[in-house]
């Protein structure tokens, strides 16, 4: 794995359209010639996912990875309804804007890879590729129902051993591949340290856009939005341990791109951390394919 570190990205904060404060980590500067790389995060988590892969990726063009609002350091909504995909595509348009962004390679993980999808029918001029990690048109429920078990609803680690021994408990079947350092750095996205306590790095009324979603009839598909990425490179992610992302949603992915290109993660579930040195070169490689084209 590749080691994360401190101090080498820019804060920058920018106001949403209702005035909300955001936050997104600007790695790099911005390259002639090169695109940008728009990372978006899952569900509950934020731009501290990324870290890894945006270190990697900086020396040869800028990477941007935005808190949505509730998450990491961008402001809560005092209206947890604002939780919703269409705020928050409406928040990633204006940061791009705001940022001086015209086109990006998106990397989009779960809930960031419904926003990649979704952005190709309300700004398909942004899109210059897409890479949708461990998430596709079709969501499998078992999946979404594990995350709500226990999202919002974990105890509070009194340090960071605690909170590397309890992302260990629940997690480890899925990733049996990691190093208690991979988990260090995945506690180090998930808890914000204040005043000497570690608190959710997400607004707990976040659980509360979980709470009408039943579990029991399959969930809505998403092949108009994945058809709608038709005109630029796509890139799908999977870990093998995917709960989330079936190999057969893959599959009939690829049946409607036959130029997908395909990267099955070992020993990660969902959502490959991005971490590896393997899933960094092909993500570089289709980076600069998507650039070419």
Not at 199 to 214: E, G, I, R
Request: overall charge neutral.
């Amino acid at each position: 794995m590749v080691d994360a570190g401190e101090g080498a990205f820019e804060s920058r904060f920018v106001t949403a359209s209702d005035g909300l404060r955001l936050h997104a980590r600007l790695y790099g500067r911005p390259v002639a010639g090169r695109l940008p790389v728009l990372c978006l995060a899952g569900l509950s988590r934020n731009s501290g996912d990324f870290d890894v892969i945006a270190r990697a990726l900086a020396p040869e063009r800028q990477v941007i990875a935005l808190d949505y609002r509730g998450r990491g350091l961008s402001a809560s909504d005092p209206d947890w309804r604002n939780y919703a995909l269409p705020v928050e595509l409406d928040d990633m348009l204006t940061v791009t804007t705001v940022l001086g962004v015209a086109r990006a390679v998106f990397l989009g993980t779960s809930r960031g890879g419904l926003l990649t999808m979704m952005t190709s029918a309300v700004r398909p001029s942004l899109l210059a590729g897409a890479i949708l990690n461990d998430i596709g048109p079709v969501i499998e429920g078992a999946g979404l129902a594990r995350i709500k078990s226990y999202l919002g609803r974990l105890p509070a680690p009194a340090n960071w051993d605690e909170a590397v021994a309890l992302l260990k408990s629940i997690g480890q079947s899925r990733f049996p591949v990691l190093t208690d350092a991979d988990w260090r750095g995945q506690a180090g996205s998930i808890w914000l340290e204040r005043e000497g306590r570690l608190v959710a790095a997400f607004d707990p009324s976040l659980t509360k856009t979980l709470d009408s979603v039943s579990f029991d009839r399959p969930m809505p598909t998403l092949w108009p939005q994945f058809d709608g990425l038709a005109g630029v490179p796509v890139m799908v992610i999977r870990g093998e341990h995917s709960d989330i992302l079936s190999a057969a949603t893959v599959g009939a992915m690829a049946d409607r791109r036959p130029d997908l290109d395909v990267l099955t993660v070992p020993g990660q579930g969902h959502a490959p951390l991005l971490t590896d040195t393997a899933s960094i070169g092909r993500i570089q490689t289709f980076i600069r394919r998507a650039e070419a084209a």
